[in-house]
């Protein structure tokens, strides 16, 4: 087991005139689950292979415990990664995937299928070992996958999207199993996925990347509560979070001429025009004489215990989208025009020309 | 349903089992007029009007020409084709891991550079290669013969497999390199075996050009004991009389071989073939 460190890492590709990944500082820690999270295209997956050594670094260093492996060839980075699609080999049964790296390494028959039993317990494929891929489910093919990995007892694992391939319903079990077993393991761990649910149930840690530059790394709570960026701020939360446009105020910022208090530390820091984050859940609804922004709206999603309430606001003339969550037996209805406020504290705001957090 | 539609479709197969028979026909004929051929005396032959079915039976051909001269002949065929496949394919292979799994520069002139020599006649060759022999102590040799076979079959091999292996998903080579294989021992170890079906097809392929071939062995051997079988055929066309009999006895049991190899490894010819048409 290792730490993980990316110290100014970087990725060009030849002929590119933007690296995919640029001056990536990160520290993963002993045992820790870190999640990199952020659309595609942001480098999160060439993070995680850059780290494997499939992907070759083209400035700064990347050290596992205290060992540089920045030129090291893969086979000797002591790593073992779950693929997207799997990448089991078609040809061997599952106890031979699981059990080729053991192989390779020179360790004993008896070692190996020892521990290639032990996986298949833990990870409920002991019926199947026999069986070739193509004779699995999805869902066992991922286990098989990280059973292959498991084998290893390597010091890091690495996984690209392991979830992606499954159906929705075995996405969020499988979820929970694999954030488990890690913790019964405790291997570092790098996960890379676009899913912010995903990047957010799992992860000790989330490191939020954007065309390769990496945004913020903070605990999921942290991310949702203090969002660095507006990046950030919209990409993490579902439904995301309210970013609206708004200018300088006494005391606030207004929003098409109503007035959000903000509290005075962050007021003192406002200069010029600003974007002001509210997640659904932080609106008030008040009364039109309370002066809160009118809100028309035109969709309800009612979940049971709350709903989401879609709706069209005016700023300064042009129209902007408003999700509210409305609590059980306070939903308007469609059509309806209702006014919503928030408390300085779950207001934050966020520089309006580079986007970077105001609030404190 | 009702009848129309019915009687159309009955009417479509029908159709298609007319074009069907006409080219199996078409394609058949020659090889059953071949055949018939040998198994028919000498009167027979020319007999008018043509006698599809030999009257009489007769295997005095196959007896005629089974000699030990043939069988040597023979010998030599199988022994240049199997020695140029399996050449063939280790360079193939070879060259295929650079061409497809690295990112080696100039990839693409090199095979572009590999097709347009495909390109040229083979007569067009045969002059230079016939030098190049000479002077490297090649000519007159089994081993010789190979090398000049590999002129035409590597270049059709590469282009073949390289189809095959770019199909196989570059994850797979990814996880061998993790697992703790290097990047050649992903390729050999994982890639090739997975691509087995190509390679076999790419081998029967390189099989039958080599056997086919006659020019070549006609330039490059000159002693009688390393003759292939198709210069054994040449030998019957005297300057007089032509052995008929014999010559299509000969050409039957050059048939022979590809029948053979062809009925066992279809499934592979067939498999790999379709494989290398979804991505190539």
């Known amino acids: 087991m290792a730490s993980v460190s990316y110290r100014g890492a970087e990725r060009l590709y030849p002929g590119g005139d933007r690296p995919a990944v640029a001056d990536l500082n990160l520290e993963v820690e002993d045992g820790e689950f870190m999640v990199l999270v952020g659309p595609s295209g942001c480098g999160k997956s060439t993070s995680l292979r850059m780290l494997a050594g499939l992907e070759e670094v083209t400035g700064g260093r990347i050290l596992i415990g205290d060992h540089d492996v920045t030129d090291v060839p893969p086979k000797e980075r002591d790593i073992a990664m779950v693929f997207q699609n799997y990448a089991l080999y078609p040809h061997m049964n599952v106890a031979d995937n699981m059990a080729f790296a053991l192989k390779l390494a020179g360790v004993g028959k008896e070692e190996r299928m020892a521990r290639v039993r032990e996986a298949a317990k833990l990870l409920d494929l002991e019926p199947y070992l026999e069986r070739k891929p193509k004779a699995l489910s999805g869902g066992q093919r991922q286990r098989v996958a990280m059973g292959r990995a498991i084998v290893r007892h390597p010091q890091v694992f690495c996984m690209d999207e392991p979830l992606s391939n499954l159906d929705a319903k075995l996405r969020v079990s499988t979820r929970t199993q694999i954030a488990a077993l890690q913790q019964r393991l405790g291997i570092t761990t790098l996960y890379v996925t676009h899913d912010q649910v995903e990047a957010m149930t799992m992860g000790d840690r989330v490191a939020v990347m954007k065309d390769g530059v990496l945004q913020q790394v903070d605990s999921p709570l942290r991310l949702y509560e203090r969002p660095t960026n507006v990046f950030v701020a919209g990409f993490i939360g579902s439904p995301a979070m309210n970013l609206l446009s708004a200018k300088p105020g006494d005391g606030g910022v207004v929003i098409d001429n109503h007035l959000l208090p903000v509290d005075r530390a962050t007021a003192s820091k406002i200069d010029g025009d600003v974007t002001v984050g509210i997640r659904p859940e932080a609106w008030r609804m008040v009364s039109e004489s309370e002066g809160g922004l009118p809100v028309r709206v035109t969709v309800v999603e009612e979940l049971g215990a709350d709903a989401y309430v879609y709706g069209q606001c005016d700023l300064d003339g042009v129209p902007g989208q408003v999700v509210i969550r409305a609590a059980a037996g306070r939903v308007p209805h469609k059509g309806e025009t209702v006014h919503v406020t928030s408390d300085p504290d779950r207001v934050h705001v966020f520089d309006g020309g580079s986007g970077r957090r105001l609030s404190t | ?280």
């Open chain 2, 1 to 280: 349903m009702s009848a129309t539609i019915a009687r159309r479709r009955a009417t479509r197969q029908a159709g298609v089992y007319v074009a069907a028979a006409a080219l199996a026909v078409f394609v058949l004929g020659p090889i059953f007029w071949l055949v018939t051929t040998s198994l028919k005396p000498r009167s027979e032959v020319f007999a008018s009007p043509p006698k599809f079915l030999p009257t009489e039976l007769t295997f005095a051909n196959y007896a005629d020409v089974l000699t030990p001269d043939t069988l040597q002949f023979f010998a030599n065929s199988v022994i240049v084709c199997l020695g140029t496949t399996v050449m063939c394919l280790a360079f193939s292979l070879l060259a295929c891991f650079t061409l497809t799994r690295t990112g080696t520069r100039g990839r693409k002139p090199i095979l572009v550079g590999v097709l347009v020599s495909q390109l040229l006649p083979q007569a067009v060759l045969l002059v230079p290669l016939y030098r190049a022999a000479d002077t490297l102590g090649l000519l007159n040799s089994r081993f010789g013969l190979m090398v000049a076979f590999m002129t035409f079959t590597l270049p059709v091999a590469i282009w073949l497999l390289r189809g095959f292996l770019m199909a196989i998903p570059l994850e797979l080579e990814e996880a061998a390199r993790l697992d703790g294989l290097s990047e050649f021992g992903a390729y050999w170890r994982v890639i090739v075996p997975l691509a087995k079906p190509g390679v076999a097809a790419v081998g029967i392929y390189v099989f039958f050009m080599a056997w086919q071939d006659f020019m070549y062995s006609l330039v490059f051997l000159t002693d009688a004991s390393k003759r292939t079988l198709p210069l054994g055929v040449l030998a019957l066309i005297g300057s007089h009389t032509i052995e008929w009999g014999q010559l299509m006895a000969v050409s039957a049991l050059l048939l022979v071989p590809i029948l053979l190899v062809f009925t066992f490894a279809q499934r592979y010819f067939i498999a790999g073939l379709t494989a290398g048409a979804v991505k190539g």
